[in-house]
């Protein structure tokens, strides 16, 4: 069996499962860490409510690498941007009280915004941000997503252009999650996770595999093993920087929803190597 105290899981990963089940079951199979989706959390997400939630993850004695997720900064309307601003902020407050070492980003895209606008409207959003993330003492990260994503919901898709907006604001408050399912592809990538280290903005780690028959762009990722990303070399790659937080599994799929979580837990376990 791998070392399991150096991977979290997200919540999401066991979506069927609410936060008190997914804490349990982790810590009983031996992992280090729970990233937490605001699901869980928020009352008005289904959530049994922040106060709950600090009591099951302290009680649960896991480390929480992130929670996730924050962003959606562009909007045409600047009370809209105003909105997400706020929300984030508020996001910030909720990941202190859980503990949480990060707010995750997926930083938004709006349909027909050019998306240099978009990027720009981002990179004001979070400096309006970081203020708040200092006092709360939680960084923010920008997590690139797939390009198939840059219409509706993320306008920042490299870690180079993650990197840009950390140079730009220059916070050490602020770095960025590299998840290897959205950047796995990109020919950058060695550089980008090196200079990332080089100026201590790589944040977060997700591992989960990429489909090559993918049979939907949100919910049919696959567990490491499913498909062709080189984990094992891109897992080199993080670690030779000096980075020593969790891999965190983060895997959105309708099949493996349908199992029996208990099982499922397993199988990941099997598959952190």
């Not at 993850?57 to 600047?78: I, M, N």
Request: with cysteine; charged share 20%; hydrophobic share 40%.
């Amino acid at each position: 069996m791998p070392n399991l105290q150096n991977h979290a899981v997200h919540t999401f990963t066991n979506k069927p499962w609410n936060l008190q089940q997914c804490c349990e079951n982790y810590a009983q199979a031996g992992f280090g860490g729970v990233s937490i989706w605001r699901n869980v959390v928020a009352q008005d997400e289904g959530g049994v409510g922040l106060d709950e939630a600090v009591k099951i993850v302290k009680g649960s004695g896991l480390q929480v690498p992130a929670y996730v997720r924050g962003g959606f900064f562009p909007a045409g309307d600047p009370d809209k941007r105003q909105a997400a601003i706020d929300h984030n902020k508020k996001l910030l407050d909720e990941a202190a009280a859980l503990g949480a070492g990060q707010v995750v980003l997926v930083v938004g895209a709006v349909p027909g915004m050019p998306l240099d606008e978009a990027r720009k409207q981002v990179q004001d959003g979070i400096a309006a941000c970081l203020p708040h993330a200092r006092a709360a003492g939680v960084k923010l990260s920008i997590e690139p997503l797939h390009p198939m994503y840059a219409g509706d919901k993320s306008c920042i898709n490299r870690m180079a252009e993650a990197r840009q907006v950390c140079e730009a604001l220059q916070d050490d408050h602020l770095g960025i999650a590299l998840d290897v399912y959205h950047c796995w592809w990109d020919p950058d990538l060695e550089v980008e996770i090196r200079l990332a280290g080089e100026q201590g903005t790589l944040l977060g780690y997700h591992v989960c595999d990429w489909r090559l028959e993918t049979r939907h762009m949100l919910t049919d990722r696959g567990l490491m093993g499913d498909g062709c990303i080189d984990i094992a070399g891109i897992t080199q790659m993080v670690r030779a920087t000096g980075f020593t937080g969790l891999a965190e599994v983060e895997v959105f799929s309708e099949q493996y929803w349908a199992t029996d979580q208990t099982e499922y837990l397993k199988l990941i376990a099997q598959r952190c190597v």
